[in-house]
């Protein structure tokens, strides 16, 4: 079964961290373009970063840069999002989506553009 899985959201206050981590199984991600999307409740769907899984170049979003930060693991199939700094406004439910990694642009971070989603992995930030 080819699927994206989520994990690592929760209930973090604010100032602190999460790192969420977007695991595939039944495909590898060789070949493809991962991006970290999110949806706040009455928001649509938007992007914070991608990645390309073979090479690690990477676009962010450019009011996510510096807190965000993606990265790729070969060997385990799976690529992250380091969340620093976290604020109230970050909460969300927290997607990951791949396709293949044909063109490398900015249009990577546009959710309309992906085939292959997570269930997605909620993010609340609180005290």
């Known amino acids: 079964q080819v699927q994206l899985v989520e994990s690592g959201g929760g209930l973090v206050q604010p100032g602190g961290s999460l790192r969420l981590t977007c695991t595939a199984s039944?495909?590898?991600?060789?070949?493809?373009?991962v991006g970290w999307f999110r949806q706040a409740p009455g928001k649509e769907r938007e992007g914070i970063s991608c990645?390309?899984?073979?090479?690690?170049?990477?676009y962010y979003k450019d009011s996510m840069k510096g807190r965000f930060t993606i990265s790729r693991d070969s060997a385990k199939n799976a690529v992250y999002l380091q969340m620093n700094s976290l604020k109230p406004e970050d909460t969300a439910v927290y997607y990951c989506?791949?396709?293949?990694?044909?063109?490398?642009?900015?249009?990577?971070?546009?959710?309309?553009?992906?085939?292959?989603w997570g269930q997605g992995t909620q993010v609340t930030v609180s005290s």
């Open positions: 990645i390309h899984f073979n090479n690690g170049a990477t």
């Open positions: 039944g495909f590898t991600l060789e070949n493809t373009a």
């Open positions: 989506a791949a396709k293949a990694a044909t063109v490398w642009a900015d249009y990577l971070l546009m959710p309309a553009v992906y085939n292959n």
